[in-house]
């Protein structure tokens, strides 16, 4: 309360420059923009929606306000009181826009490193299967592996795909994946820019590994504009208008995959050529496709209030014998956010918001004569309010709550039809409700000298009616149960998770900045696969199964130098408790006791991140290298013995390059390579009864072989004489040297003269693949 009154008396002798800043041509906010005094040395940063407040001495200014890929531009301001000034500012020329990807990505974050990508480098990124991907772009960062080689979904500083806050406009995508992980669920005509968070900021909530956080665009105001893309496996189309004479604005993206249908004929023209065993035999009853559709809106009710609402909503269906076996899979997304922006006075900004979010999946058996459908969902309402509070323009604080109620629906069989024997089945329904009140600080306390703290405190409680059981520690059969009626209060857990860092800035160009973040997650995934299916199941944390709970240390080095060059090393140490794995033959199917199945422990994970960058120039592009290993140690697996995790790989390399021949060509490469991922195999088997059983030695007891594969892709923009129209074409050649990368392990019966054995078989899913697309914008 001192240290307040006595920035208050200080800031009774300053005036205040607040606005937006904004592109010039669509009218959308932009974030991370620098607005600088440039006689006093004197910067801030817009906020996540565009917003700034910069405190000033009353007299006359010279503000500069830049933002990268932008003109900068310089405004001669006289303060004699509090002023309001919005600012639009151009975008460059557009050969400058591909050769200029994004200097500065890190902003700041309690105790958090945070990058930045917008959508202009992610398309630099080759397209895997022609179209720039969100999630994909991420993996060419350090410390970000992919969860299973080949897929979207990732694991950030040796957390689970599982401990990812995935947002869209700030409502949660709990399985942002299509094609089951292998393209993302984020259409890249819709979104503006997406921010990686390695940890988890106080402001976000319960999660254990990273947030990515995407923002949709919000519009264009200016002007009707149209974009999209065809391609051999989807096509895409967005609209952006203005709406009440520039007060608002519209988006209407949508997107629609027809994969199925284009193996199925690749595969045919494949036949007849030497790469004819490299695609997949895909039979004339495989259904793979997708859509989904984001939509966006805002108007401006007056200087001080802006309204939002966006929406999402995705859809897979996924049938291909040789990969599900009978199984058709669906599954899909959908969100909703209406947010609030009031400007209180120059120096708080506060954003409320009211978000849903709806994750369900089901499954049946073609040709199966029980004719049931399993259906099973997750989802949550949420409230929340966070204000930016501007002390000084040194100082700044960030606070608010959140409140969100959970469903889960683990299971429901009905039958198919009325003449199926199947009969309705449920399992029991959970409910839960979570709170969080939080606040956070950035403070220059001296020059070159930044602190950044933060604290969340939270609490969550499991609400009847339910049912808790009791379960005998050896056997794991239920002993006891304890009923609880509609409303009660079952169990409630609390948990105080503190943030810290500190940043010096020294010498020219550098930065050193040491960390530590403590993070909780109530939520458990319950998964036998490192893929990310969407059939894994979601459950709360209980009496059985307890919270998880991160300790993660780090230390961060940057050097900036010459015309975009980085370079970065980061060594860090995590800690994790509550972690969760099946015990051996756990039966997860239609199981009313499925916390019995689980058991939980520790984990740990270490490692060192490298990256060197170029981001200016004809040649851009970045070389990641992470050497890490993750563990986990859970009593009642694989012996109580410690044993890699599911997502561990020790080397991790990520390149990709872009060179601009002239205006009309760009040529790009793309390469990666990891240590083969563990899995569970049998050491060999034995017949009990001519019946076949496997034997396993350990839990993760083998590595499949190392994954590597080099893409390459060059776009070419045709001269036009019409500058409202742009076009390009791309041509991608994904593993261009033709490299079987395993995919899966699985098991299968042979017979020889001794009998019926099991071996084991590697599946591998494509070969060489060339696609091409062709993208447009007027």
């Not at 503006?192 to 968070?197: A, C, E, G, K, Q």
């Not at 006891?480 to 860092?501: C, E, M, Q, W």
């Not at 019995?596 to 290298?625: D, H, N, P, Q, W």
């Amino acid at each position: 309360m001192l240290l307040l009154l006595c920035v208050g008396s200080v800031l009774a002798q300053k005036k205040r420059l607040y606005g937006a800043v904004r592109d010039d041509a669509t009218g959308e906010t932009l974030s991370g923009a620098t607005v600088v005094d440039e006689n006093a040395t004197e910067g801030v940063f817009s906020n996540a929606y565009g917003y700034y407040t910069l405190q000033l001495p009353a007299g006359s200014h010279r503000i500069r306000y830049s933002f990268v890929g932008y003109e900068s531009q310089t405004h001669n301001v006289h303060l004699t009181a509090d002023t309001m000034l919005d600012i639009r500012l151009k975008s460059v020329a557009q050969e400058m826009e591909e050769v200029t990807i994004r200097a500065n990505r890190r902003i700041a974050a309690a105790g958090v490193d945070v990058s930045r990508l917008s959508i202009r480098e992610i398309r630099s990124i080759p397209a895997f299967l022609g179209e720039p991907d969100v999630l994909r772009s991420l993996q060419s960062l350090p410390g970000v592996l992919t969860s299973h080689h080949g897929t979207v979904n990732v694991s950030v500083r040796g957390g689970s795909y599982s401990q990812n806050l995935v947002i869209l406009d700030e409502a949660p995508v709990y399985n942002p994946s299509h094609i089951l992980g292998f393209m993302s669920s984020f259409n890249p005509d819709a979104i503006s820019t997406v921010d990686l968070y390695k940890g988890v900021p106080a402001r976000y909530g319960s999660k254990l590994s990273s947030v990515v956080d995407i923002r949709m665009k919000e519009g264009n105001r200016e002007r009707l504009s149209v974009a999209g893309g065809i391609g051999l496996i989807s096509s895409r189309l967005a609209v952006e208008a203005p709406l009440w004479k520039g007060k608002g604005s519209f988006m209407v993206a949508g997107r629609y995959c027809y994969a199925g249908s284009t193996v199925k004929l690749m595969s045919k023209v494949a036949e007849k050529t030497p790469f004819g065993n490299d695609f997949p035999v895909i039979g004339e009853s495989n259904k793979i496709w997708f859509y989904d559709v984001n939509v966006k809106g805002n108007y401006a009710i007056n200087s001080k209030n802006h309204i939002y609402v966006s929406g999402y909503n995705g859809f897979d269906q996924f049938f291909v014998p040789d990969f599900s076996g009978e199984y058709l899979l669906e599954w899909g997304n959908s969100n909703g956010t209406l947010r609030w922006n009031h400007i209180v006075n120059p120096s708080l900004f506060i954003n409320t918001s009211f978000i849903v979010s709806r994750f369900g999946y089901s499954y049946y058996l073609v040709n199966d004569g029980n004719d049931y459908r399993w259906d099973a969902s997750l989802g949550q309402i949420e409230l929340k309010s966070d204000a930016d509070h501007t002390l000084t323009n040194r100082w700044k604080l960030r606070y608010g709550f959140s409140l969100t109620r959970y469903g889960f629906v683990p299971g429901d069989i009905s039958p198919r039809r009325s003449t199926s024997p199947a009969k309705s089945f449920s399992l029991e329904r959970k409910r839960s409700f979570e709170s969080g009140w939080y606040a956070e600080t950035d403070w220059e306390f001296s020059p070159g000298w930044f602190v950044n703290a933060g604290a969340r405190l939270s609490t969550f409680s499991n609400i009847g009616p339910g049912t808790v059981y009791t379960f005998h520690p050896y056997n794991r059969l239920p002993i006891d149960s304890t009923v609880y009626d509609k409303g009660r209060i079952i169990k409630t857990f609390a948990h105080l998770n503190p943030r810290l860092s500190l940043r010096w800035l020294f010498g020219q160009g550098s930065t050193l900045t040491a960390s530590y973040v403590n993070m909780v997650q109530y939520m458990h995934k319950a998964s036998n696969s490192a893929l990310g299916m969407p059939t894994d199941i979601w459950f709360p944390a209980s009496e059985q199964v307890s919270p998880q709970l991160a300790h993660q240390f780090s230390l961060h080095y940057r050097y900036m130098w010459g015309k975009g060059y980085t370079v970065e090393l980061a060594p860090y140490y995590k800690r994790m408790t509550g972690q969760v794995d099946f015990r051996d033959n756990a039966d997860i199917f239609i199981n009313p006791y499925l916390e019995a199945e689980v058991f939980t422990g520790k984990g740990a994970s270490k490692g060192i991140e490298l990256m060197i960058e170029k981001t200016e120039g004809r040649l851009t592009g970045r070389i990641s290298y992470t050497l890490s290993e993750t563990t986990q140690k859970i009593q009642g697996v694989n012996n109580g013995n410690a044993y890699p995790a599911p997502y561990d790989s020790r080397h991790n390399l990520s390149s990709y390059f872009a060179y601009r021949l002239n205006t009309h060509w760009t040529v790009s490469a793309d390469f990666k390579y990891a240590t083969g991922r563990p899995v569970t195999v049998p050491v060999g088997s034995f017949l009990y009864l001519d019946t076949p059983f496997a034997l396993y030695s350990g839990r993760n007891n083998y590595r499949v072989d190392d994954f590597h594969e080099l893409n390459l892709s060059i776009r070419w923009t045709p001269r036009n004489e019409n500058r409202k129209y742009r076009g390009n074409w791309t041509l991608s050649v994904m593993n261009v040297y033709n490299r079987k990368n395993v995919f899966s392990i699985y098991m299968k019966q042979n017979s020889s003269s001794s009998g019926t054995v099991l071996e084991s078989t590697k599946m591998y899913l494509y070969g060489i693949l060339p696609m091409i697309s062709y993208d447009f914008k007027f």
